[in-house]
């Protein structure tokens, strides 16, 4: 895959219709230990970054795709969402530079800085109950994979598969971070909504990559 800025564009539409399609299961975790509106205001924001990028001139490089979808969740999703995923954003924005194409390690870099943003905002660690627990093991595939010689593709391969078992390590903690925590030990049992939405948004860059 050769991950230009037209190609993390088209990845970013992807991660829209599959937030869209999951919008319910989001919207149904939520409630379960939440408000209720993480698939609602990830939809919106998605479906906002898809129009900037339909009215606008595509930006130059990859940084300013992922600069431009970070602004746009940051003003457009409510919650605490918005904050998260835009720093994330913002952070593998400014981790890739201003290089035309991104390569592996580039990929794996943006993630990696993507997780200290998300913990330097949430002050969230692995065990809380939070996007954390997927996000982490994803970094960590991630790194592994662009250090032995693997592409764009099989880097995020190895995220999406490591954030979707981060996510499913979620259903028996106890929430120590957010509305959840307000649960105390009725928050075990649950998929914790934005791990899940962490994974099923890896998923679809992994799909896009292939």
Request: with cysteine.
């Amino acid at each position: 895959m050769v991950c230009t800025a037209e190609s993390v564009a088209a990845a970013l539409r992807s991660v829209a219709a599959v937030v869209a399609a999951h919008r319910d299961e989001l919207v149904r975790l939520d409630r379960e230990i939440g408000d209720g509106d993480h698939g609602e205001n990830l939809r919106r924001g998605f479906d906002a970054l898809v129009s900037r990028l339909d009215d606008g001139a595509l930006p130059a490089s990859p940084s300013a795709v992922l600069r431009l979808a970070a602004t746009t969740l940051i003003s457009t999703v409510g919650g605490t969402a918005g904050p998260l995923y835009g720093t994330a954003l913002l952070r593998a924005s400014t981790a890739v530079g201003d290089v035309a194409v991104l390569g592996a390690a580039e990929v794996a870099a943006a993630l990696g800085s993507a997780l200290e943003g998300v913990v330097a905002r949430g002050k969230a660690e692995v065990g809380d109950k939070t996007m954390v627990d997927a996000l982490t093991p994803a970094v960590a595939a991630a790194s592994s994979v662009a250090a032995t010689g693997g592409g764009v593709a099989e880097v995020l391969e190895a995220a999406a598969g490591a954030a979707d078992q981060g996510a499913g390590s979620t259903v028996p903690l106890v929430a120590r971070k957010g509305r959840a925590s307000y649960l105390g030990e009725r928050s075990a049992g649950h998929v914790d909504p934005g791990a899940r939405s962490t994974a099923l948004i890896l998923r679809a860059l992994a799909e896009a990559a292939r």
